[in-house]
């Protein structure tokens, strides 16, 4: 099925750097807020400095929607707190981390958790994006049944049957 409806949207992710007490680092990244609309501020500008939080604008994402993932959208907007996976990696230099992805879909965000990215969390979604993946989801999903499959018992498959009669 072709997607004719408005399948991406770009939004503004802020990260936080917070100040830790550890004798190896001294912060950590954390993602901190999506904004949509997405500001038009530089990737990397600096919107607040305190002694153990700095907020920094990381930039812009695009957050795509695909008519096979409708279901998790539907689970996550059914959740009671919809989100937005953010998915960055930190760089060698202590910048502020690049992004990977953002993602509505909760499978594939939980999965951001085992690839190896270091800044990951689930954020808040926006009132406008519940409403854009809603239309979504209400223009695309199709509900499937669950079918198991039948396993064919011609080649003899693992069932053994009882014998009868004499050997």
Known sequence: MSQSMDAIREL?????????????????????????PAPET?????????????????????????????????????????????AARTRADGGTPEFVRV??????????????????????????FIEWISAFVEAYHVERAFLKRKRDRKDGGTRHEPQRGGA
Do not use: C, K
């Open 12 to 36: 503004g992710v802020v990260l936080a750097r917070r100040s830790v007490d550890n004798p190896w680092i001294d912060h950590v990244w954390v993602a901190h807020t999506v904004l949509y």
């Open 42 to 86: 530089a990737a990397g500008t600096l919107l607040s400095s305190e002694q153990a939080l700095t907020l920094v604008y990381a930039g812009l994402a695009s957050v795509e929607l695909f008519v096979s993932e409708t279901g998790n959208y539907r689970d996550n907007l059914q959740s009671g707190a919809p989100s937005l996976w953010v």
């Open 103 to 128: 993602t509505a879909d909760p499978t594939e965000g939980e999965a951001y958790f085992e690839s190896g990215n270091d800044v990951v969390a689930a954020l808040p979604m926006p009132p406008a």
